[in-house]
């Protein structure tokens, strides 16, 4: 006998077997139970959740001779046609492939014909939402008025997808997406019963990848169970589903927390090396975050309320140390990743970049707000230390806001940026808070830029990122070098937070200066631009040359009117000396 998938092999019999469905399943019972089933029914839901299952049950309940309570004895001659597809009075029909108007005008002539064994004619009608319009209209006259002992079960993922005519006319029922909880319930009683061993966290691992599927699940379970034999073990679940260890994710956050970018960017690198899926990586930040969120407000370790984290010492450790507002930075942050990696096909790049803003995030430190009255204790000063106290406090505060004054203004003291204690100089930054070049130095190279020389830097680029280390290879893998003069380079980044740090970080341009020294035999001044920026700053200078050229231009045709006013006027001076004095004495010397 060939092999069959385990969720064909456990595929539900009785409504008792259909998980997560109860207020469905007890509805349909009790309309059996009091005979009065509905002649159209309308099941929606998402993939994997028990539509076309419940429909074949449903069949089976209402046709059985033995019912009881609703369910149907899965023992008469009449369960096990339908259960094994043998029993023409229930048809199934896959509207993908069977879409047409000519079909549902058969299925309309058939449904007149009394059934031939069954007491009921049961149509089952799959992804009816791909049915054409005009199937549409046919079928619509047979829901509106349908033969007597027929009925029809209309299964779909997208209802909205069906005409409004269609769906007045049946009994929707809304599958819900099953929960964890209850596809691990139906995992550990199929293992149970087949005796297989495994580990709870592995079916919970399981259960998250499933997604609310229970097809889903089981196909999941079977792949585990060919990988393995006959034991389920949480390493393998992880491989299979691209899971991230809940002791890696530990090391992320602490990683992040503790702005250790280096280590941060290892960890991301050897996951997604090791074949981990960046969008289940994503996902697992994202429901770790939410986590440590609801065990830092609660302080409860109750494992129903935990989406992926299981309660242990480094776990607590973890939500003790690290900050509230981290979290919801790191959430959002992830949040916004996820959607951009849908449209991209460089998952790694938005992954370290969200890696980088998080571990090199400033914090502002926390403002302190002066009391703003005094009680008196046992150790207020005396009156000449409270002036003395008072007048530096009026002084320190002039100073902070001389400091704040010149900080707005960009004006900065001899020793250099205030915050930085002259380390480095401050990141010129736009009204809107991005990243600004140095137009002034981009214009210099772009004056002095030579095809030869960005040539040259093209070609030995891709080995001056293969010497960068981890941290300095995140900030410049999506770098390019877009203008070159003997002494310079225009680099052009496509985000803004790796211009702005890679045009800071001194260790970085020394480290690729030291290269090219090798190389090519000389430095050379590292620019950074964004690719949004460099367009402008290119047009810029082109106009602002056109113009150059003009006003010289200009300048010279003044000076050579002025030299034609010149000449006239001395030919006339001349002319007047030769009629007074006559060309005899007159004598002319240039």
């Known amino acids: 006998m060939t092999y069959q998938a385990l969720y064909r092999v456990w595929r539900p019999q009785t409504f008792q077997d259909v998980y997560g469905q109860e207020m469905i399943t007890q ?32 069949a089976k309940a209402i046709n059985c001779k033995n019912s009881t309570d609703g369910e149907p004895c899965n023992e008469c001659a009449i369960c096990e046609q339908i259960t094994d597809g043998s029993l023409g009075d229930v048809i199934e029909i896959d509207a993908a492939s069977n879409n047409g108007v000519e079909e549902i005008r058969d299925i309309r002539e058939k449904a007149n014909y009394a059934p031939t064994q069954a007491d009921y004619k049961v149509y089952i009608i799959d992804e009816v939402h791909m049915l054409s319009m005009g199937a549409f209209n046919a079928l619509l006259k047979t829901l509106e008025e349908p033969p007597r002992n027929v009925v029809f079960v209309l299964a779909t993922t997208e209802p909205h997808k069906i005409p409004l005519t269609i769906i007045s006319r049946t009994q929707r029922f ?20 087949m005796q297989v061993e495994y580990e709870e966290d592995a079916l919970l691992l399981i259960a998250k990848a499933a997604e609310g599927g229970m097809r889903d699940g089981l196909s999941i379970l079977d792949q585990a169970l060919s990988f393995h034999d006959n034991q389920i073990f949480t390493e ?44 289940r990586f994503v996902e697992d930040v994202i429901l770790f975050g939410r986590d440590l969120l ?12 935990f989406k992926i984290a299981k309660f242990s010492e480094g776990f607590e450790a973890l939500a003790t140390s690290i900050p509230e507002e981290f979290l919801y930075q790191i959430i959002s942050v992830f949040n916004t990743t996820q959607q951009e990696l849908r449209m991209s096909n460089h998952a790694e790049v938005y992954l370290e970049v969200a890696t980088i803003k998080l571990a090199q995030r400033e914090v502002e430190a926390p403002v ?24 530096l406090k009026k002084e320190l505060a002039e100073m902070k806001k001389a400091i704040s004054t010149m900080k707005e203004n960009g004006v900065q003291g001899k020793g250099g940026n205030a915050q930085n ?6 990141t010129p930054k736009s009204p809107t808070g991005q990243f600004k070049a140095n137009r002034t130095s981009v214009y210099k190279v772009l004056s002095e830029a030579t095809h030869d020389d960005l040539r040259e830097l093209k070609s030995v680029w891709v080995d001056v990122l293969a010497i960068l280390d981890v941290g300095q ?11 070159a003069s003997p002494d310079a380079l225009v680099v052009k980044f496509d985000y803004d937070i ?43 200078f082109i106009d602002r040359m056109k113009s150059k050229d003009k006003d010289e231009s200009s300048e010279t045709s003044a000076d050579e009117n002025e030299n034609v006013k010149q000449e006239k006027k001395e030919n006339k001076v001349v002319s007047k000396a030769v009629e007074f004095f006559g060309e005899d004495i007159v004598e002319i010397v240039d």
């Open 421 to 426: 204690g002259g380390a480095k100089k401050a």
């Open 174 to 193: 809304d599958f819900r997406r099953i929960s964890q909880e209850d596809i691990m319930r139906r995992m550990e009683y199929i293992l149970n019963e």
């Open 498 to 540: 790796l211009c702005e740090r890679a045009q800071e970080d001194t260790l970085l341009h020394e480290t690729i200066n030291d290269y090219l020294e090798k190389i090519i035999d000389r430095r050379i001044q590292l620019v950074c631009i964004t690719s949004e920026e460099w367009p402008k700053a290119r047009q810029d």
């Open 27 to 58: 509805t349909l019972q009790n309309a059996i139970r009091k005979e009065q089933p509905s002649h159209a029914y309308l099941f929606t839901g998402p993939r994997g959740t028990g539509k076309t299952s419940v429909a074949k049950i449903f």
């Open 294 to 305: 609801l065990f830092q407000n609660t302080k409860e370790n109750d494992r129903s309320l």
């Open 473 to 483: 290879k995140a900030l410049m893998n999506n770098s390019e070098p877009v203008a």
């Open 368 to 391: 302190v707000d002066a009391p703003t009255s005094q009680e008196p204790t046992q150790s207020t000063p005396a009156p000449s230390e409270n002036d003395e106290v008072s007048a």
């Open 236 to 279: 393998d679940i992880q491989r299979i589903t691209g899971s991230v260890t809940q002791d890696l994710l530990e090391q992320y956050f602490e990683s992040l927390a503790q702005k250790n970018t280096k280590d941060a960017l290892n960890l991301l690198q050897n996951l997604l090396a090791e074949g981990k899926d960046a969008g």
